[in-house]
């Protein structure tokens, strides 16, 4: 799913391109992408860009007349800027928005449609889809400790939580208890005041450092490369591969469709954190440590 890096990059490679434009159409093919009945669709053909901004991890196509669209790209809706007119793909193309200097597509490579397409007369209407997170990039110290201690969660989940978090998924979020050094595991609540400080200024460094890198590899290119699995990365998607930082094989929790990384190591002081699946399957053989898992796996 695109997070609030990516997203940052693409809100703003649609804003010097269309800014100022005219939307001409929107043509949609994706059968379970529009999600509101009225205002129709049609109502926003012709009607002048003012803005574009993030919202969560939506992004906003602010028009004329108070109008605006909404779009969800969920796990694998993606965006393209191709030439004005351009075809949609019959496999993947869900939608297409005809400006005058080139058209944005919007695709998913995925059979289920989750990506969503908002359309709404009203701005206000739009705080209907802001779950309430705060911006971790913009949170003070005190507003950051406020949201992760407002539940009782574990770090991972208090951080992909969007009604916490702004913007945050499961690439990130790996990433950002890495450099932090705190294991997923950890709650929130029981984060004291140096943990607290250092996960707040991991967030903000992680997040920065790769909004200004996808910026920097894209230059003038609209993003094509939009994926959760990026070299560089220190644990997320890199089971098995040496922590960039200590050389110990990164680790995994699995869910239903997706996975956690992390380094036992730096994290969580050599204990390995049970896999729902296998330790289930494994029970009383299931390595607790780092060191039992290599002696089995030289056994």
Same mark, same amino acid.
């Given at each position: 799913?695109?997070?609030?890096?990516?997203?940052?990059?693409?809100?703003?490679?649609?804003?010097?391109?269309?800014?100022?434009?005219?939307?001409?159409?929107?043509?949609?093919?994706?059968?379970?992408?529009?999600?509101?009945?009225?205002?129709?669709?049609? #109502?926003?053909?012709?009607?002048?860009?003012?803005?574009?901004?993030?919202?969560?991890?939506?992004?906003?196509?602010?028009?004329?007349?108070?109008?605006?669209?909404?779009?969800?790209?969920?796990?694998? #809706?993606?965006?393209?800027?191709?030439?004005?007119?351009?075809?949609?793909?019959?496999?993947?193309?869900?939608?297409?928005?005809?400006?005058?200097?080139?058209?944005?597509?919007?695709?998913?490579?995925?059979?289920?449609?989750?990506?969503?397409?908002?359309?709404?007369?009203?701005?206000?209407?739009?705080?209907?889809?802001?779950?309430?997170?705060?911006?971790?990039?913009?949170?003070?110290?005190?507003?950051?400790?406020?949201?992760?201690?407002?539940?009782?969660?574990?770090?991972?989940?208090?951080?992909?939580?969007?009604?916490?978090?702004?913007?945050?998924?499961?690439?990130?979020?790996?990433?950002?208890?890495?450099?932090?050094?705190?294991?997923?595991?950890?709650?929130?609540?029981?984060?004291?005041?140096?943990?607290?400080?250092?996960?707040?200024?991991?967030?903000?460094?992680?997040?920065?450092?790769?909004?200004?890198?996808?910026?920097?590899?894209?230059?003038?290119?609209?993003?094509?490369?939009?994926?959760?699995?990026?070299?560089?990365?220190?644990?997320?998607?890199?089971?098995?591969?040496?922590?960039?930082?200590?050389?110990?094989?990164?680790?995994?929790?699995?869910?239903?469709?997706?996975?956690?990384?992390?380094?036992?190591?730096?994290?969580?002081?050599?204990?390995?954190?049970?896999?729902?699946?296998?330790?289930?399957?494994?029970?009383?053989?299931?390595?607790?440590?780092?060191?039992?898992?290599?002696?089995?796996?030289?056994?």
């Amino acid at each position: 799913m695109p997070e609030l890096p990516d997203l940052d990059v693409y809100v703003e490679h649609l804003q010097r391109r269309i800014s100022g434009g005219r939307l001409l159409r929107v043509r949609v093919s994706g059968w379970n992408l529009l999600r509101t009945a009225e205002p129709a669709l049609e #109502g926003a053909h012709g009607r002048r860009v003012e803005g574009v901004r993030r919202l969560g991890k939506r992004i906003v196509i602010e028009m004329e007349g108070r109008w605006a669209l909404a779009i969800h790209l969920m796990i694998s #809706g993606r965006l393209h800027w191709k030439v004005p007119g351009v075809a949609l793909p019959k496999k993947t193309g869900l939608a297409a928005f005809d400006f005058e200097p080139g058209s944005l597509l919007l695709t998913e490579a995925s059979s289920k449609q989750r990506a969503a397409l908002h359309v709404f007369d009203d701005p206000s209407r739009l705080a209907d889809l802001d779950a309430g997170g705060v911006e971790p990039l913009v949170a003070s110290e005190r507003d950051f400790a406020r949201a992760l201690t407002r539940e009782d969660h574990t770090l991972k989940r208090t951080l992909t939580d969007p009604r916490l978090f702004a913007g945050i998924g499961n690439s990130y979020s790996d990433e950002i208890l890495h450099r932090a050094r705190l294991s997923p595991f950890k709650r929130g609540p029981q984060l004291d005041a140096e943990e607290r400080a250092r996960l707040h200024a991991a967030v903000v460094s992680v997040l920065t450092e790769w909004r200004d890198r996808l910026r920097a590899q894209s230059a003038d290119d609209f993003p094509e490369k939009v994926t959760a699995f990026r070299p560089g990365m220190a644990v997320h998607g890199r089971y098995r591969q040496p922590c960039p930082d200590c050389g110990a094989p990164v680790q995994r929790v699995r869910y239903v469709e997706n996975e956690m990384n992390y380094c036992a190591r730096c994290q969580t002081g050599g204990r390995l954190l049970a896999d729902r699946g296998l330790s289930r399957l494994l029970r009383d053989d299931w390595p607790r440590t780092l060191e039992e898992l290599e002696e089995r796996r030289r056994g």
